[in-house]
């Protein structure tokens, strides 16, 4: 019973973890993006809607491929060699 429970903390403690570091890899795509439609604003020959349009499209796609980059599980790796599993 108290292997469980420890299981179990160390369960809910991970997601935390893994909850909180996806959140702040969307915030940091979200700041990109932001920043993307600030600059193609005040920068760009690109009209306020289509620099906000952009800067939605980098968000969704940075925000994806930050997520898919970090959090993907790699494959085992020995003697330089992948591992099946």
Known sequence: ?????????????HLEADIS??????ALAV???????????VLGSVGVTGSIFIGLLITVVLGTF??????????????????DD
């Open 66 to 83: 930050l997520n898919w980059a970090i959090f993907h599980p790699l494959t085992p790796i020995e003697n330089g060699r992948l591992q």
């Open 1 to 13: 019973m108290i292997f469980c429970a420890k299981s179990k903390l160390y369960f809910y403690i």
């Open 31 to 41: 700041l990109i993006g932001v920043s993307a439609t600030i600059l193609l604003i």
């Open 21 to 26: 570091a996806r959140l702040l890899t969307l």
